[in-house]
Every structure is written in structure tokens, then in C-alpha cells.
């Protein structure tokens, strides 16, 4: 026997109550139902804490009439499946209050009990459907981008790291500027080192450190974004990711590519993000304080976003922090290093920023117990050097 907490749940908005009662009584068996009398009642209910799985409206109520309900309620609801009641028979009426409320169903009144539950079966299935398909496309979405992630950070963990820094101090610079689909911008920042993997090892690694390039090796780096783009583009949902990809390499006065007439607020706003933390990034790498950094950028500004440059300032002034020594024992993933990673013979290992992951955790440990070793301690963000034999406590900056 099926309880009441398992019905589908359905909210019915009218101006009558005696209409709504009676509709809870002939539908209680098969549904959840909750009654809400007029427009501003009904909004009011779909602000609880469980959700509907279908809503019912009636068209002619004072106030608002249930079509701009409707249409409210898909921006409070928007998983809820619609359906009106009305008596209106005027086909392009009826056409207009579908397509404003995205209605799934119009019923003509009256309505009789056999064909009121077949509608709401098949509204009900709708939004079963709705939200099946979506967590099926976030499930595919996430372990998509985790493949190729963790694929990247095998393959390159220079590259990983680049774009484990990349994220921190985007993700700094989006905590003080509003934007729309943040996940999108975010990701754009994750993926946008994938392309590093068509580099030959001789190129990646001069890229890494900084040294200049040929111009063969140039136009290698050159096709990076439209490499990760097409890695991508498979992806469900990943549409947004890829343009701000491709325009990452787009300068805010219109210069770089793609060669377009974009320029300015045109530039995809993930685009001109990317632009400004992959160039602060480079910086970095070539040595440069986070200060000097800020200021070099500010020397060619017409590069970047102004909104978005000011806003680096602050979030580099703020990640500048202090740096704690630890041994290989001590260390775990989610920790970042504040000085590379190398073995007793200068070996690079692992880049200065780069964030600790499972693997990375594993191929350190690895590494030091061959002969080589690693040098020890490691310098990973804190707030203070303290090594962890107690022989020294002291500040320093990252």
C-alpha cells in the first residue's frame, strides 16, 4: 500500500475553495494534494521546503490571472510540470497562455474526475522524465570532466597545477564580481590546460619554465585552446566551457585570437577571465611576486577587463599568505605547495601551486623511496613555517 508521503505531490491554485476542496477529496487517493486559494497563496506554497511535482491553475482568478501565475511559478518551480484550467475556447488565446507559461497541459473546464487524472498522470511522468534527464546529463557532465582531469593530471602534472592555480585565484576574483552560471566559468578555468597533452614533452616543459619558444613551437602553443575545445565538445552541457575557452587568448581591446571584431563586453565573460589569470599565471612562473605581477599586468591593462584586473589585485594581495615546512610523511592530498617539488638532485617533480591530488600524493611517495629521494621539508600554503622536527618557526611569504 502506497502512503500518503510517496503520492506525487500537486498543488492546485484557485479563487474558489470550494472547488479546491472538492478536488482534494476526489484526488487524495492517487495524489498529495495542496490547495492554495488565489495567486499570492499559491506562490507563497511553492516557497516550502518540499517541492511540487505538478501545479494546477485555474485562469480566471482576481489579481493575476493563472496564466501569469504559471509563469511566476516556472521561475520558483521551474522543475514542476504546469497545467491550466479555463474556459476560454479561443485557439489563439489559448496558444499565447501555453507558450508564456510553458503549460503542459490545458484543460477546458468543467473537467470531469477521469480525464483530471489522466492529465495529471501524464504531468506527473513528465517531470519524472525532466528530472531523470537532467541528472543523468549532471552525472555524465561530472564524470566526463573527472576523467579528463585526472587523465590531465597524469599525463601533465605541470599542467594540473597550472590549472589548480589558475582556479584559486579565479575563484578569489569571482567571490567579488557577480556573474551568471559561476560552474561554467569555473570549469572553463579546469579545462582549459587539457590541450597541453598534444605538446611534445620538450615543448610542454619549455613552456613550464618559461623559456622562449620557436616559432614552430609557438604556433603548437598557439592551438592549445581549439585542442581543448574539441576534447570537450562531446560533453553534454559543456557549450558555454568551450567558447569561453576559445576566446581565452582574446585581449579586451579586441588583439589576439580568434581574429574577429569581438573586443570589450563582448568577449565571453569566462574568456576574459581566463585571459587575466592565464597571463598572471605566466608571470608567476617566470619568478615575479604576486605584486609585481599585478603591476605588470596594469601595464598593458588594455588587455583585460578593467572590473576583472582590480579585482585581481585584491584577490593576489589576499592568496599572498605564509608558507609551513612538512615531510614526506605529513603530506596530503587538498594541500598546495608553495615551493616546487624536486628530488636530493634537483630533479624537478611537481610545480610550485600545484595542488596535492591522490595520484600526485602517490608518485611523490614513489619517488621517495628511490635512491634519489625527495628534498625535504616540503613548503606547502599555511599561515607559518613550522617544520615538523620543531627546529624552526618563522613567517614567510609566499
Not at 103 to 119: E, G, I, Q, S, Y
Not at 213 to 225: A, K
Not at 347 to 364: D, F, M, P
Request: net charge negative; hydrophobic share 45%; charged share 20%.
Amino acid at each position: 500500500m502506497t502512503s500518503a508521503g510517496d503520492l506525487p505531490r500537486v498543488l492546485f491554485v484557485d479563487d474558489e475553495p470550494h472547488i479546491l476542496d472538492a478536488l482534494r477529496r476526489q484526488l487524495r487517493r492517487e495524489f498529495s494534494v495542496q490547495t492554495a486559494v488565489g495567486a499570492a497563496k499559491g506562490l507563497f506554497a511553492l516557497g516550502s521546503a518540499e517541492q511540487f511535482e505538478v501545479i494546477v491553475s485555474d485562469y480566471l482568478m482576481p489579481g493575476i490571472n493563472g496564466a501569469e501565475f504559471l509563469t511566476a511559478a516556472r521561475k520558483v518551480a521551474p522543475d514542476a510540470t504546469r497545467m491550466l484550467l479555463t474556459g476560454h475556447t479561443n485557439l489563439s488565446d489559448a496558444a499565447a497562455v501555453v507558450n508564456k507559461g510553458q503549460v503542459f497541459r490545458m484543460l477546458l473546464k468543467p473537467v470531469d474526475h477521469t480525464a483530471m487524472t489522466a492529465a495529471l498522470r501524464d504531468c506527473v511522468a513528465q517531470h519524472r522524465l525532466v528530472v531523470s534527464e537532467r541528472e543523468l546529463l549532471d552525472q555524465t557532465l561530472r564524470g566526463s570532466v573527472k576523467a579528463l582531469t585526472d587523465v590531465l593530471s597524469l599525463a601533465s602534472p605541470s599542467a594540473f597545477g597550472r590549472a589548480s592555480r589558475m582556479r584559486r585565484i579565479a575563484s578569489a576574483i569571482l567571490d567579488q564580481v557577480a556573474v551568471p552560471d559561476r560552474w561554467a566559468v569555473e570549469l572553463a578555468i579546469e579545462m582549459s590546460q587539457l590541450g597541453v597533452i598534444s605538446l611534445p614533452p620538450i615543448v610542454a616543459e619549455k613552456m613550464d619554465i618559461g623559456e622562449a619558444l620557436t616559432v614552430t613551437e609557438q604556433g603548437m602553443v598557439d592551438q592549445l585552446p581549439a585542442v581543448a575545445v574539441q576534447l570537450i565538445s562531446g560533453i553534454p552541457r559543456m557549450a558555454p566551457v568551450a567558447e569561453a575557452i576559445r576566446y581565452s587568448r582574446k585581449g579586451y581591446d579586441g588583439s589576439g585570437e580568434p581574429h574577429d571584431n569581438v573586443s570589450g563586453e563582448r568577449i565571453p565573460f569566462g574568456g576574459r577571465l581566463l585571459r587575466l589569470v592565464q597571463d598572471h599565471d605566466a608571470l608567476l612562473t617566470h619568478g615575479l611576486s604576486p605584486t609585481v605581477c599585478v603591476a605588470t599586468l596594469n601595464a598593458d591593462a588594455t588587455r583585460y577587463d578593467p572590473t576583472l584586473l582590480s579585482a585581481l589585485a585584491t584577490a593576489s594581495i589576499a592568496a599572498a599568505g605564509s608558507v609551513r615546512g612538512i615531510f614526506m610523511t605529513d603530506l596530503q592530498s587538498g594541500m598546495i605547495l608553495a615551493a616546487a617539488a624536486t628530488s636530493r638532485s634537483g630533479v624537478l617533480l611537481v610545480n610550485a601551486g600545484q595542488e596535492i591530488t591522490v595520484s600526485l600524493l602517490t608518485r611523490l611517495r614513489n619517488f621517495a623511496a628511490l635512491e634519489d629521494g625527495v628534498t625535504e621539508p616540503l613548503m606547502i600554503m599555511g599561515t607559518t613555517v613550522v617544520f615538523t622536527d620543531g627546529l624552526t618557526a618563522h613567517p614567510a611569504t609566499v
